[in-house]
């Protein structure tokens, strides 16, 4: 389903063009693709958040609707201040239903893994997942079942299941997520232990280089 968005045009550009337009709730943004010049455009802050605020996250499919003319549009290059939560900059692509495109989306872990219920945890190799399909068929996120993962097993790429109408582009062999032993914490006894004998070993290099300096300079003061 399509977020309608209505954007406005915007003659200026530079620094101080875009400081107003977040100053007075815009955000600034650039509509491109399919052989049109780049338009510059504005959109609502508060519309813009709740577009991207649905199940499909930032793949939303937008009705970008310009001077009346609606353009099929998905958001590329999302710039946010995370400091503040506020929207710096967006570029919409414009696509067609019948074409389609490369997006990366989301990995969803799903199940519970035997492997961390004996202590594991899971190990994350891969966030995103590069796919091809249709704009109107890009799924939320390819899910990664973790059900049957001892520790020492992994999941690849290969293992994953693509959605109908979905083209799986990531390497195959690459991993996607491990069940893996937890790396031990070092006792404070047994730290405190390693770091004395360092320090022994190191006063003892320290005593037989001063020992060696002094014959040395003892033989050549003989000399």
């Not at 995370?82 to 199940?111: A, Q, S, T, W």
């Not at 001892?150 to 390497?171: C, H, M, Y």
Request: hydrophobic residues 40%.
């Amino acid at each position: 389903m399509e977020q309608k968005l209505v954007a406005e045009k915007r003659e200026d550009s530079g620094t101080g063009v875009a400081r107003k337009l977040r100053a007075a709730g815009r955000v600034p943004a650039v509509l491109y693709g399919h052989g049109m010049d780049p338009l510059a455009l504005s959109v609502d802050s508060k519309e813009l958040f709740h577009v991207f605020h649905t199940g499909a996250g930032a793949n939303v499919l937008v009705d970008l609707v310009v001077d009346g003319s609606e353009h099929l549009a998905m958001p590329r290059e999302v710039q946010r201040d995370h400091i503040k939560g506020r929207f710096i900059h967006v570029d919409f692509l414009v696509v067609r239903r019948d074409e389609k495109i490369e997006i990366d989306v989301p990995v969803r872990v799903v199940g519970e893994s035997p492997g961390v219920k004996a202590g594991g945890v899971l190990e994350h190799h891969l966030w995103d997942i590069r796919v091809e399909c249709l704009p109107t068929n890009v799924p939320e996120a390819i899910e990664v079942d973790v059900s049957a993962l001892e520790i020492g097993d992994s999941l690849r790429v290969a293992d994953l299941a693509a959605p109908n109408g979905v083209t799986i582009l990531t390497n195959p062999d690459e991993s996607v997520i491990a069940a893996v032993q937890p790396q031990m914490a070092i006792e404070p006894e047994e730290e405190e232990a390693a770091e004395g004998e360092e320090g022994e070993a190191a006063e003892e290099e320290g005593e037989g280089a001063t020992g060696e300096e002094a014959e040395n300079a003892a033989e050549q003061s003989e000399g």
